[in-house]
Nanobody, 118 residues
């Protein structure tokens, strides 16, 4: 399975942004897709995850509830992360990940940098 994340960039505080992560290869091995982020000099932070099947159960990290929305398009094999009201504290490299079940991520994308200016 290969994951490619894109959609990051330089934005201003208050803007919205949608990140995408396209999966290819043996996507049948994916049961859950998630997003993580790592700010400069900080430990990785869990952002959100979504069940890949039609149920689409979602969870969010405690630091991002309310402004982040994860979704997926099973036909396009793509998971999205919509971020609204961006803050400078959201500046980080955002990584998508995939795995068979919750909390077990075997596949990682290369990351996409989001920089939020004040």
């Amino acid at each position: 399975v290969q994951l490619q994340a894109f959609g990051g960039g330089l934005v201003q505080a208050g803007d919205s942004l949608r990140l995408s992560c396209a999966a290819s290869g043996r996507t049948g091995n994916i049961g859950v897709m998630g997003w993580f982020r790592q700010a400069p000099g900080k430990a990785p932070d869990y952002v959100a995850a979504i069940i890949w099947d039609s149920g689409g159960t979602r969870t969010y990290g405690s630091s991002v509830k309310g402004r982040f929305t994860i979704s997926r398009d099973n036909i396009k094999n793509t998971v999205y992360l919509q971020i609204s009201s961006l803050k400078p504290g959201d500046t980080a490299v955002y990584y998508c990940a995939g795995g068979l079940s919750w909390g077990v991520y075997d596949y990682w994308g290369q990351g996409t940098l989001v920089t939020v200016s004040s």
